[in-house]
């Protein structure tokens, strides 16, 4: 799927609340054109809730219905399950969460909804933060990344929540990026044929998060593929398959960037390279993302 052969259709629409250059919207776009109108969204509180509608207005051309921070795949849970008594079983059921709403607060509604094998697809946009209540530290954030709740830069490396959905064994799931908006369109809509629970995770920019330009959101989503920072995958029926520069890291046809190559232009990472450049900090970031490609490579190659 080339990007000129999109669906012309937007569902995503004028008058939205994000901040210029929001990765959320990106991507809300290209999952709305891939699912077109017969879908429902269940958001919980995330930037997301507050990016949809300014009452009275709204941006989402499609229904959708807000639920408690921790009760994303709940909320689908029963959005499915009363469709289907109503024989509507073409419509879509979309949870779509942050990172916080996903790794934290939600993962135990997440684990139930995909044991019972809930026909639903599961998003999370990835923006590394509880970006909504002013940039907080959460599961997903990297190792030395500056937020509001870790000041000098955090002490733990991120939780891999793909290998935890993994781990339920679901009939598909996905990572993805902003910043490869075929391929993200080509994985909601192959998750869209695909009948029981489908786990999609998106990486999300976030520039007053991470603290780039606005303008530079898609460019920091490029670098965290080439960097090895972020993978992209499907799994399907137990088949691993990873997907454009991913794959060729994988089987070692080119050499991941330097991580540097991305943290050094995120504001979040700035007291790595002043007043002194931190080496120590830096290697154990690439370290750590070695580690996760040598796993990887055992597990997949
Ligand atoms: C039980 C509960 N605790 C805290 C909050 C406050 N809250 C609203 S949104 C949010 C952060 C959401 O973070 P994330 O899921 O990563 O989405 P993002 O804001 O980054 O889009 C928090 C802490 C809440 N609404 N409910
Ligand atoms: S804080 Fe980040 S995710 Fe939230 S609306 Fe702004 S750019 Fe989007």
Not at 2 to 23: N, Q, T, V
Not at 177 to 192: G, T
Not at 220 to 235: I, N, P, S
Request: aromatic content about 10%.
């Amino acid at each position: 799927m080339a990007i000129k052969d999109l669906p012309f259709e937007e569902y995503y629409i004028p008058g939205s609340a994000a901040c210029p250059g929001c990765p959320a919207t990106m991507a809300m776009r290209i999952v709305f054109k891939a699912l077109g109108k017969n879908m429902m969204m269940v958001v919980p509180a995330c930037c997301t809730a507050v990016i949809e509608s300014l009452h009275p207005n709204t941006s989402f051309n499609i229904p959708t219905m807000n639920i408690a921070f921790e009760a994303a795949a709940a909320g689908a849970s029963g959005v499915e399950a009363a469709l289907r008594k109503q024989g509507k079983t073409d419509t879509t059921v979309v949870a779509w969460a942050g990172d916080g709403g996903t790794y934290d607060i939600g993962i135990q509604a997440l684990s139930g909804a995909l044991e019972r094998q809930t026909n639903f697809i599961y998003i999370c946009y990835n923006n590394q933060i509880y970006s909504n209540t002013g940039i907080q530290r959460s599961g997903a954030t990297p190792y030395a990344a500056w937020t509001t709740t870790t000041v000098g830069g955090k002490h733990e490396f991120r939780k891999e929540m793909g290998e935890i959905v993994l781990a339920h064994h679901i009939p598909y799931a996905a990572q993805a990026c902003i910043s490869y908006p075929e391929d993200l369109f080509n994985k909601v809509k192959k998750a869209k044929g695909i009948k029981g629970p489908k786990y999609i995770e998106i990486l999300a920019p976030c520039p007053p998060g991470w603290r780039f330009a606005m303008e530079k959101t898609v460019e920091m989503g490029t670098l965290a593929v080439e960097t090895g920072a972020w993978a992209l995958y499907e799994f399907e029926n137990e088949k691993m398959t990873f997907n454009g520069r991913s794959k060729l890291i994988l089987e070692k046809k080119i050499d991941r960037k330097p991580v540097e190559e991305w943290i050094r232009y995120q504001g979040r990472f700035r007291h790595l390279f002043a007043p002194v450049k931190d080496e120590k900090s830096i290697k154990e970031i690439e370290d750590h993302i070695d580690r996760i490609w040598d796993r990887y490579r055992s597990c997949y190659l």
